[in-house]
């Protein structure tokens, strides 16, 4: 209802000869049935995704785009009752409804989260499919890796999925931003996850720039991901 509120009346303020857009960023996750042929887990996988996905977005009806935050997706089992959505390392804490976390061998953060680039594109899709074709802002997505180890990595295979949506699914995808520009204190977690492109020492305040930043500027900067030569150039082996 808020969000219907703000909306109404951001759009009466700005609508006329603007090209403002209005809309709420919203918290989005893929479910994926281990077994897609299994009732139960494409149940678990659809219960889970209205749970997390769904019910937020169907809350925001007023929008004049989808602006969604994605970090990772899930495979999920059917699991009577309810379980963490945990994994080995994972800091989540998630509470799915009839599923259970099925493990996978993923990149992952500081903080145990996968990087999951291709439940982006199912994501995507499935939104489009069943909102309206809006337009499509990534607001967050990232990973905590204080040593930039994997961010390189998370960053192009994301990117290269949502080339891919745009180019072969014509998705309308229109932005992306990076969870992000600096490390930060994240709420509960404070200064120990580090999400950031630039790196910053929270008692002295000095900072530098991870190589995952020189990737980022070389996509931004170009019209075209030249994945070859940025796996050359920036990711470590």
Same mark, same amino acid.
């Given at each position: 209802?808020?969000? @219907? ?11 006329? /000869?603007?090209? &403002?857009?209005?809309?709420? =960023? ?9 077994? %897609? ?17 769904? *019910? ?8 004049? =785009? *989808?602006?969604?935050?994605? $970090?990772? /997706? ?9 379980? +963490? ?9 998630? !509470?799915? %409804? ?20 291709? +439940? ?10 069943? $909102? ?15 040593? @930039? ?12 999925? *949502? =080339? ?8 309308? #995808? !229109?932005?992306? +931003?990076?969870?992000?520009? &600096?490390?930060?204190?994240? *709420?509960?977690? /404070? ?13 002295? /305040?000095?900072? +530098?720039?991870?190589?995952? =930043?020189?990737?980022?500027?070389? #996509?931004?900067?170009? @019209? $075209?991901? @030249?994945?070859?030569?940025?796996? !050359?150039?920036?990711? %470590?082996?």
């Amino acid at each position: 209802q808020a969000n @219907d509120i703000a909306f109404n009346i951001l759009t009466k303020q700005h609508r006329e /000869g603007s090209d &403002v857009t209005v809309g709420t =960023a919203h918290n989005v996750t893929w479910f994926e049935p281990d077994n %897609p042929h299994s009732i139960l887990d494409r149940s678990s996988a659809v219960l889970s995704r209205f749970t997390f996905t769904d *019910l937020g977005l169907t809350l925001m009806k007023q929008s004049d =785009a *989808l602006m969604l935050n994605y $970090y990772f /997706g899930y495979r999920v089992r059917f699991r009577p009752g309810f379980s +963490y959505a945990t994994e080995p390392g994972s800091t989540a804490i998630t !509470k799915l %409804p009839g599923a259970d976390v099925v493990p996978e061998d993923r990149l992952r953060g500081d903080n145990g989260w996968p990087s999951t680039p291709e +439940y982006l594109l199912s994501t995507l899709k499935y939104i489009q499919q069943k $909102y309206g074709r809006k337009p499509i802002y990534i607001t967050e997505n990232g990973i905590a890796d204080k040593e @930039d180890k994997v961010r390189a990595s998370s960053i192009l295979t994301h990117l290269i999925t *949502l =080339a891919e949506g745009i180019e072969y699914h014509n998705l309308p #995808i !229109k932005g992306y +931003y990076h969870w992000t520009i &600096v490390d930060n204190m994240e *709420l509960a977690e /404070g200064f120990r996850q580090r999400f950031g492109l630039i790196a910053v020492d929270p008692v002295t /305040g000095e900072r +530098y720039l991870r190589n995952s =930043a020189f990737l980022y500027s070389a #996509i931004a900067r170009s @019209d $075209y991901i @030249d994945s070859e030569r940025l796996i !050359k150039e920036f990711i %470590p082996t």
